[in-house]
Structures are given as structure tokens and as C-alpha cells.
């Protein structure tokens, strides 16, 4: 098959799978496997690919079809024009937690190289935002999952982020080994999930590892102890920041005031949902 055609079964075949994106994610495939842009593939439609890397591709479109993450296949992602690598076990970064991290990167303008914390870190999105916005911040990045955390590492070397240190821990417990206001901002996209609500979700998402999702069986076990617990850990006029889903705004907004936050506010995203949740330590 030439990479037209080679494009056009992917294509085609996405759409017979109700994928949302079939254009998108097919032209990624061809770049990705040909080394082939779009405005290449006009000119350069009608070669044919050496025969196995054709067959690992049409592999590829089998399991995008199947409802394999893109990204999984790509191996890599990219968030705020951070290139992140990703793969099975880690939670794939969204642009609906650009929200947490343009408002947390506006709020610390200011503060002498501030001391961070980055909780529930993933792929280190949300860290390595932060410190490349301030380079000479202190960030501390929590993961818990040994698969995850392996990606965090790699992230962080990958963008040579030498201000973070990377911490495999649970935020349940890790609190203890912290003195009292000694960070200027917690800040975390938590699993938020219900429980019960997970196995619905999109086909994408299933392959997304269940720890990153799962937020008991209220969704809020992990606010209840970054809110409760971390609280203390922060500095007077600090912060702490968390990415939320609407259904959990109005539990969370009282969650913050039940624990004696100041200027609590809530920020939507692009499509007007609620999206994070700030508050100011007194």
C-alpha cells in the first residue's frame, strides 16, 4: 500500500470505530511510523513503506480502533509544549489541567525562589511546568506508582529540570516527614473518579491506570487528606491548588472553608466547566 492509502484505511477505519478524532489520529500515526507531515504526504503519497514498518503500522491502527490510547501508541504526549513521555501505567496529561498550572505559575510571581509540592505527579506535567516557569523554585514531585514514577524520572531528565527531586511516596503518609509551613504552595491533580462511575467511562480511559483515577468511592478521599493534612505544611498567605470535575465543586469548595481557607475561588475551563479549586492559607 502507498502512505495515501496507508492514511486513508486508517482513516476510514477510525471512523467505523467511532473515534472522535479519525483525521487527526490517523495523520499522527503516518507521521509518527513514516516520519511523514501532512503537507509531505501530498507530495510524497504515493511511495510505499518498507513492508514491516507497515505492518507494525497497521498494528498500530488495529489498537488505536480497539480503543487504545494515542498517546500509548505515540510513546510520548505534549503539555504546554512540554514533550512528556507516556506509556501503559502512567495517567496521560490533559489540557484541562493547564487551568491548575497557569494560576498556580501567576500566583507564586513574586515569591523568592518558592518551595513547591506536586502531589499525585503522574508523568511530572504539572512539576516540570512549574519549574521551567521558575527556574530557581524548589519543586518536590509525589508519585506512588513504581510505573508512574519511572515516568517522572524520565521526564524530568528529558527536560533537564534539575530544581525538582522526585519522591516515590504515598500523600496519605508523606505528610509526617514534613516540617510545618515549610512550603509556599500544594498543589495536585489528584484521582478524582467515583468509584463506581469508573467503569463507564470513555474506552480510552480504560487502559489509563486505575490508581490515577480512582478517588473512592465519593471521589474526594484525596482531597479530604491533601486539604486536611498538607494544610499545615504551607506557609501563611500560601496556597493550595487542585484540579477538580464539576460534579465534586461544591464537596470541595466546602472541604477548603470547613479547614479555614481564605479567598477561596473556584476556575473554569475553556468550556466553561469547573475545572480547579483555589484557596489561601491564613
Not at 488495529?62 to 490510547?69: A, F, I, L, N, V
Not at 513547591?116 to 512539576?127: E, H, N
Request: glycine content about 6%.
Amino acid at each position: 500500500m502507498t502512505l495515501s492509502e496507508l492514511y486513508r484505511k486508517a482513516r476510514s477505519d477510525f471512523r467505523n470505530a467511532e473515534i472522535d478524532s479519525p483525521q487527526y489520529d490517523a495523520m499522527c500515526l503516518i507521521e509518527h511510523f513514516f516520519g511523514v507531515n501532512r503537507a509531505e504526504l501530498v507530495v510524497k503519497g504515493d511511495k510505499s513503506p518498507k513492508a514491516e514498518i507497515e505492518a507494525e503500522f497497521l498494528t498500530a491502527v488495529e489498537k488505536r480502533s480497539s480503543g487504545y490510547p494515542l498517546q500509548y501508541i505515540l510513546g510520548e504526549w505534549t503539555f504546554m509544549d512540554i514533550p512528556l513521555f507516556v506509556g501503559e501505567g502512567v495517567l496521560i496529561p490533559r489540557d484541562d489541567t493547564e487551568i491548575l498550572v497557569r494560576e498556580a505559575i501567576k500566583r507564586v510571581r513574586g515569591v523568592e525562589n518558592p518551595k513547591i509540592i506536586d502531589l499525585c505527579s503522574g508523568t511530572g506535567a504539572v512539576a516540570i511546568a512549574l519549574a521551567k516557569a521558575y527556574p530557581k523554585a524548589e519543586i518536590l514531585a509525589v508519585e506512588l506508582s513504581d510505573k508512574a514514577f519511572s515516568y517522572l524520572k524520565e521526564n524530568i531528565k528529558r527536560n533537564a529540570c534539575e530544581n525538582i527531586k522526585a519522591i516515590n511516596g504515598d500523600v496519605f503518609r508523606l505528610y509526617e516527614e514534613f516540617s510545618d509551613s515549610g512550603f509556599d504552595a500544594v498543589l495536585s491533580n489528584p484521582p478524582y473518579i467515583k468509584t463506581d462511575i469508573i467503569a463507564t467511562l470513555a474506552k480510552e480511559v480504560q487502559y489509563e491506570p486505575k490508581l490515577a483515577l480512582d478517588g473512592g468511592k465519593d471521589g474526594m478521599i484525596f482531597y479530604n487528606s491533601i486539604i486536611e493534612n498538607w494544610k499545615g505544611k504551607v506557609k501563611r498567605n500560601g496556597f493550595i491548588g487542585v484540579e477538580i470535575c464539576e460534579d465534586l465543586t461544591n464537596e470541595i469548595v466546602k472541604l477548603f472553608k470547613e479547614n479555614n481557607f481564605k479567598d477561596v475561588y473556584v476556575l473554569k475551563d475553556m468550556i466553561g466547566l469547573d475545572r480547579a479549586v483555589f484557596g489561601t492559607v491564613h
